[in-house]
């Protein structure tokens, strides 16, 4: 299967220089799209990419392109960067996210893959899994002009189904909350049942997860920037990703899922 970890060894710097962002609690300085970040060094690599945070840069720290730099820098272009022909620089910044979103659903697929009580659904996940792939192979032209829209709402209504499916099993007779986009910044939900909650896209901002019980809970989009995780059990929780790990506050006490990295920042 594709590789959905970004590999910034193969890649052009392409989030360092695709992508915009503006001064604030996330990023030192402002920046255009297509402009260089003034940390990227002529290797591609990071010149500080070893102390982001403490200069300022946490947003970086928590952006994951699910391995679409490498895609792109070594596939969609052939391993030809933007420096070397800058003809091609401003339509390579142009299809980076769009190879970024297939990715990110390639990801959520390939998670919900991993799903037993969503089996029924497996086969048409891998027909729409062997689908996006070709897609991304697609040349520049053909990929700026895709309704990426379109295909991810075609993902979006397996992912639904098989969360459903998975969230059954939280505990019979227990009524399933649908927390769905619910703002829940700064939330006191110490010690919460949270098993088998939808809290897809929900607003946890800065939110008290201290202690929560968040098995087999849905958190896809959720936003948990600085939401304390210290002591929750996210074990069996579904659609996590580590960018949203990255962006939140725990402990050695956290449980975490299978193939997710503690990040360095937990105390």
């Known amino acids: 299967m594709k590789t959905l970890r970004a590999d910034c060894g193969n890649c052009f710097g392409l ?3 695709a992508l915009p962002f503006a001064a604030s609690a996330d990023f030192a300085v402002s920046k255009d799209a297509g402009k260089p970040c003034a ?3 002529t290797d591609f690599g990071c010149g500080i990419h070893a ?3 403490d200069s300022g840069y946490s947003g970086c720290t928590v ?3 699910f391995g679409a730099g490498q895609q792109v820098s070594q596939v969609t272009y052939g391993g030809t960067s933007w420096r070397d022909a800058p003809d091609t620089a401003r339509e390579m910044f142009e299809v980076f996210p769009v190879v970024r979103q297939l990715h ?3 990801w959520y697929i390939a998670q919900a893959l991993t799903l037993e009580p969503a089996r029924e659904l497996h086969g048409k996940l891998r027909r729409r899994q062997e689908h996006i792939e070709e897609l991304t192979r697609l ?3 053909a990929l700026l002009k895709l309704d990426v ?7 979006n209504d397996l992912l639904l189904r098989a969360s459903e499916l998975v969230r059954a099993g939280a505990g019979s007779g227990r009524k399933k909350k649908d927390r769905r986009g619910a703002d829940l910044m700064g939330a006191r939900l110490r010690n919460a049942d949270l098993r088998g ?3 897809r896209g929900a607003y946890l901002i800065a939110a008290d997860l201290t202690g929560a019980d968040l098995r087999l809970a849905d958190l896809i989009g959720a936003d948990l920037r600085d939401a304390d995780l210290s002591g929750a059990d996210l074990t069996g929780c579904i659609f996590l990703t580590q960018p949203q790990l990255n962006a939140a506050r725990g402990d050695a006490a956290t449980r975490l899922p299978d193939g997710f990295t503690r990040p360095a920042h937990w105390s």
């Open 63 to 65: 952006y994951d392109c």
């Open 39 to 41: 940390n990227l060094r």
């Open 51 to 53: 102390r982001l945070r």
């Open 149 to 155: 829209g379109a295909e991810r709402g075609q993902v």
């Open 139 to 141: 040349a520049p032209g």
């Open 197 to 199: 909650v939808s809290l």
């Open 15 to 17: 989030c360092c220089v």
């Open 104 to 106: 990110e659903l390639l």
